[in-house]
């Protein structure tokens, strides 16, 4: 295990800016375009805000407060981020990104799950963090890596967890997180004393014969969903190299195509960053185009769309489970299917705002919901 710091240099940030200088974007949208993607006025504001404000080594210096690490792990060059609470009887909890996400979600939260002040100081956990960069995600990405399903990548934070002295633990995930963290206690359940979710990953193909109104609704809202939302899957699981080579060519691209998914994904009501911190999602967006890692990214929807889905009736998570509902998540399954493969759901919390990036959107509800959730199961 080896420290690390996080290093760009000047170059790299003058090309990038130089490239969005002279790139180009053409107002070509007809004037009925709602939900037809990225706005051009959108992605203009943007653009100019990366170019002429935005602070790659100011966002790089928060990231270095961190202690970071890298471990090879099978053929992962790992990368994570161990953050020790000063405080005794820290609880350890795995903090897990999705995609099109990062690190760079939680920088936020850690301090406030790691060191509790001020008046949460006796109500909230201190927690020991350990936050990894997904395989084949910003400094977990190498040129040479082999792809990882979710049910490796499982594998490997387990191996991570185990090499740097947790036996038992609590894991928090979204999006992939939330599917890797339900193959982890799958896995090894003696050791995951818990985990927490803000997305429930049931599959798709469930019986669509409703029980009870919240069901029916569930069905109609997860067919719309499949019909309207589900291109970027497609493309990434069945041609992830066509659209990869055209993203990593042009962080024009790279941006509209990730920013598009904090606007869809996220509770804004169409303004994006008085929901979340415009530094933060270019903080991540440039992590994405320093180290490349865009295609490689896409390598756990390649994967899984030829495969089994990772969540299994025959295989339910029999650990403690906590859930937060966030009402602009993808989709929103009622309780009574989840409980077909989560078998101890003890905590359940549905928010009346905030959305798919919960620690970017609405951090204190999910640091409070965590503490809520570790305080039922220790």
């Known amino acids: 295990m080896r420290v690390f710091k996080s290093k760009i240099k000047k170059k790299y940030i003058d090309d990038l800016k130089n490239q969005i200088s002279n790139g180009r974007i053409i107002n070509w949208s007809p004037e009925k375009n709602k939900n037809a993607g990225l706005k051009f006025k959108d992605l203009k504001y943007i ?9 790659w080594e100011k966002q790089e210096e928060v990231l270095n407060k961190f202690n970071q690490y890298k471990l090879r792990i099978n053929d992962v060059d790992l990368h994570f981020l161990h953050i020790k609470s000063s405080f005794k009887n820290a609880k350890p909890l795995m903090l897990i990104h999705g995609w099109p996400g990062s690190i760079f979600e939680f920088l936020d939260i ?3 799950l790691s060191n509790p002040i001020g008046k949460n100081k006796n109500d909230f956990l201190p927690f020991d963090l350990v936050v990894p960069s997904l395989p084949n995600v910003g400094y977990s990405f190498s040129l040479n890596q082999k792809p990882k399903d979710l049910d490796q990548i499982a594998s490997i934070f387990l191996k991570l967890m185990n090499k740097i002295g947790y036996k038992k633990y609590f894991i928090q995930g979204g999006d992939l ?5 339900s193959i982890m206690a799958v896995k090894k359940p ?3 004393l818990g985990i927490h979710i803000n997305m429930l990953p049931l599959p798709r193909g469930l019986n669509k014969k409703p029980k009870n109104k919240l069901e029916q609704k569930f069905f109609l809202d997860l067919k719309n969903w499949m019909h309207f939302e589900t291109g970027y899957q497609a493309i990434q699981g069945t041609k ?3 659209v990869a080579h055209a993203l990593n060519c042009s962080p024009i691209a790279l941006c509209s195509y990730i920013s598009e998914k904090f606007y869809s994904w996220t509770d804004n009501k169409g303004k994006l960053f008085k929901t979340i911190n415009i530094d933060r ?6 992590l994405y185009w320093f180290t490349g890692c865009i295609g490689g990214s896409f390598w756990p929807y390649y994967i899984r769309h030829r495969s089994d889905w990772p969540i299994d009736k025959n295989k339910p998570i029999e650990v403690p489970t906590g859930y937060s509902e966030f009402p602009k998540e993808l989709f929103l399954p009622p ?3 989840a409980e077909q493969f989560y078998k101890q759901i003890n905590f359940w919390k549905k928010h009346k705002t905030g959305g798919h990036f919960a620690a970017l959107e609405q951090p204190d509800e999910l640091v409070l919901d965590i503490n809520d959730f570790v305080k039922k199961n220790i």
Not at 47 to 55: A, C, G, P
Not at 177 to 181: D, E, P, V, W
Not at 281 to 286: F, G, K, Q, T, V
């Open 190 to 192: 003696k050791r995951v």
């Open 47 to 55: 653009l100019n805000y990366w170019k002429t404000k935005f602070d």
């Open 110 to 112: 850690i301090p406030m």
């Open 281 to 286: 999602m270019l903080a991540n967006i440039s």
């Open 335 to 337: 309780k009574t299917l």
């Open 177 to 181: 997180g939330s599917f890797i963290a």
């Open 240 to 242: 992830p190299f066509t």
